[in-house]
């Protein structure tokens, strides 16, 4: 299909990064980071159209992430935040599925433990999470609650002697129709305030219904969970989490992720799009040879090299604990907005073959969407940033 002699892996920038962002990670990082790209390109990016289609979780790679070992790379194994950033955009760029799945267990999940329990539950429960012993989700959206969850919880915690009694209801729960555990957010009511729990997913009184019929991030299992006088022991409370103010540490470190995310995502877009402008022939010639569809392919990539280089400096300030909530508000609206405009470019210059998932930019398209709203919508991280700037909340 293609003009003779253009090899897309040959091409200069072949790998993307324009502006040498890679450069930075230390010799450690990029050998590490070759490493996971050489897996993600065997066991991820040739199946992910497949299992998307099916829509259906590929239970079988979690042996694999085991033996990948990627869980926790910041606190268990020492990276700097830039790395744990592009791995998690490199994800993405492989399937937005799986780096989604990775970014509920290993961020909001494993992020919850790390962040909010006490030392002696961390020594107990993290090995298992590591090693995908045991899989996690993260249970804070509510069905009728969602950017304002903060100060609206519905979900219940009432004391009773040595246990909690939890009763109420979780929607969009990644991971939550086969997960062992799940981090609930409730709110006590005593107190009024919102605290955390580890919830056995076998125990009585739980159930996890998958949410089916959806147009993005088919791969993943989404659920409804109802929690039904579910009683859990105060062992299981995490210690560290007792107000909103809490859980919002472990949220503001995965906003960062998600803006990874996006970055992902527009890789991909230009992944796909440049190989097919080179390897498609229009009138006699390749579809790249056309002064608007390169045009189109430096939006793109321009889009990601700018989303690219808000996250870098953001992972800085996280590596020297200057990153603040606003910080990675404006991170997540940014380099989302951006993407959304990367992959409409994209799936243009696929054109009708943009819309079926063989040539893989309509699964690139759609997922998108996901990003664009998950982790606070692009509204709400908009006000945050707005706040910071100017001293007046425009929202309650």
Do not use: C
């Amino acid at each position: 299909m293609g003009k003779p002699g253009i090899d897309v892996n040959n091409l200069p920038y072949a790998d993307g990064d324009f502006l040498a962002f890679e450069s930075l990670l230390s010799d450690k990082e990029r050998s590490r980071l070759a490493e996971i790209r050489t897996w993600l390109d065997a066991e991820v990016r040739p199946n992910a159209i497949g299992w998307w289609n099916e829509g259906v979780f590929p239970k079988g790679i979690i042996p694999k992430l085991a033996e990948l070992d990627v869980v926790s790379p910041i606190r268990r194994q020492g990276y700097s935040n830039l790395f744990a950033g592009i791995v998690h955009s490199e994800f993405t760029r492989a399937d937005t599925s799986i780096a989604t799945f990775m970014g509920v267990h290993d961020g909001l999940f494993t992020g919850s433990i790390e962040a909010l329990a006490s030392k002696e539950q961390q020594e107990e429960w993290l090995p298992d999470i590591y090693s995908f012993r045991r899989i996690g989700a993260f249970g804070l959206t509510e069905p009728l609650g969602g950017s304002d969850v903060a100060g609206g919880t519905r979900t219940t915690a009432r004391r009773d002697g040595g246990n909690w009694i939890l009763n109420g209801a979780k929607r969009w729960i990644g991971n939550a129709t086969f997960s062992d555990w799940v981090v609930i957010y409730a709110r006590d009511v005593e107190d009024n305030q919102v605290k955390g729990f580890m919830v056995d997913t076998t125990l009585p009184g739980y159930s996890a219904t998958r949410i089916e019929n959806k147009i993005a991030l088919r791969s993943v299992e989404n659920a409804d969970i109802v929690l039904d006088n579910v009683v859990v022991s105060d062992d299981f409370h995490l210690k560290g989490a007792n107000s909103f103010r809490d859980t919002n540490k472990v949220l503001k470190v995965t906003r960062l992720s998600v803006g990874w995310q996006a970055v992902g995502q527009q890789m991909a877009a230009f992944d796909v799009a440049r190989r097919y402008a080179v390897e498609r022939q229009q009138f006699g010639r390749p579809l790249a040879s056309f002064q608007l569809v390169q045009q189109q392919l430096v939006q793109i990539l321009g889009n990601a090299m700018s989303s690219m280089g808000m996250m870098v400096r953001l992972s800085q300030l996280e590596d020297l604990g200057q990153a603040k909530d606003e910080h990675s508000a404006l991170a997540k609206a940014f380099t989302t907005a951006r993407m959304r405009e990367s992959v409409a470019a994209g799936r243009n210059i696929l054109g009708g073959n943009g819309i079926v998932t063989d040539y893989e930019m309509a699964k690139i398209f759609s997922d998108a969407e996901a990003i664009y709203s998950y982790e606070g919508t692009q509204e709400i991280n908009t006000l945050v940033a707005g706040r910071a700037i100017t001293g007046i909340a425009a929202f309650v």
